[in-house]
């Protein structure tokens, strides 16, 4: 390692060699207490990280970071849309990094197990995402007290699922509902994310009652919402969905905000080619900046 031509004393070669393999043991420790034990990481790229749950559960969280010294101390965990089959990782995950990174916000993309009939296995993912956020607050610099959950359709329906259902410790901060699915009534339901959620048990009143979020918000528990759909949406009915949530907080005496655009379908997600696409980030902006005054 070191040449004889330097003629260094011996005690000095040996103090410098220990030096730097106590720099390398402090590193590792480091880097052990930097995350949870059970949390698998790997850097793809730099401001990204992918977590996974564990071999036995492997939803994965995809965190973008914002630029160093711009954080804002807020993370939200973006929950994409599938119907509970599939996910939309890219127009209802990937291409909202840059939106909420650039305003200082962590952006966490949840890769959650379909439920194949299982609600648990969703809703769990969402817990622990959650969970991952707060218990890496230090790290990330986020304020435990400032995060949010995203959801469109199916994973509009987790998000607020989450919401009206989690204990404080998972409860999220707020949320951001876009055109989501929020019935598992026989009466105004999306089947197909009814049919994948509950499975054999979708006849089930109790089960439809339960995972209804618009029939499980409670007053000053319900965390602060806004919805954001279009009125020709032929996917998910509005008034049924969104437009009952959105009445269930009102009438809980609960902070929520409705957009309702003209036209835009379903699933426009962050597409440029939603008419009111402008008018929407503009409408999302202004309430996460009303949302910051309020703390």
């Not at 994409?80 to 890219?90: A, E, I, N, R, V």
Request: aromatic residues 12%; negative net charge; charged residues 15%.
């Amino acid at each position: 390692m070191f040449c004889i031509r330097f003629s260094l004393p011996l005690h000095i070669v040996f103090t410098f060699v220990l030096m730097m393999r106590l720099f390398k043991a402090f590193f590792l420790i480091l880097l052990t207490f930097a995350m949870p034990m059970w949390v698998w990481a790997q850097t793809n790229v730099i401001g990204q990280i992918d977590i996974q749950r564990s071999e036995e559960c492997p939803a994965v969280l995809h965190v973008y970071m914002p630029e160093i010294g711009k954080a804002s101390g807020r993370a939200v965990l973006d929950c994409p849309g599938g119907g509970y089959t599939h996910l939309s990782m890219q127009n209802e995950g990937s291409d909202w990094a840059e939106y909420f990174t650039s305003r200082g916000a962590v952006f966490a993309i949840l890769e959650y197990r379909m439920p194949n009939g299982n609600p648990d296995i969703p809703v769990s993912d969402a817990y622990w995402a959650i969970r991952t956020l707060r218990d890496s607050a230090n790290v990330w610099n986020i304020n435990p007290h400032d995060v949010g959950i995203m959801g469109f359709s199916a994973g509009g329906h987790l998000a607020s699922t989450v919401c009206t259902q989690a204990e404080a410790d998972v409860r999220p901060d707020f949320s951001i509902l876009f055109y989501p699915v929020i019935t598992m009534g026989k009466v105004g339901q999306h089947e197909g994310s009814c049919k994948s959620f509950l499975g054999g048990q979708r006849d089930n009143e109790e089960m439809q009652q339960r995972y209804s979020s618009n029939l499980n918000v409670h007053p000053q528990l319900t965390p602060p919402t806004i919805i954001l759909l279009a009125n020709n949406d032929r996917g998910v009915p509005p008034v049924t969905n969104g437009i009952a949530y959105y009445s269930a907080m009102r009438d809980c005496g609960n902070d929520c905000t409705l957009h309702v655009y003209p036209q835009g379908g379903h699933g426009f997600g962050m597409r440029e080619t939603f008419p009111h696409h402008g008018q929407m980030l503009s409408d999302l902006s202004e309430w996460l900046e009303y949302l910051s005054s309020k703390r």
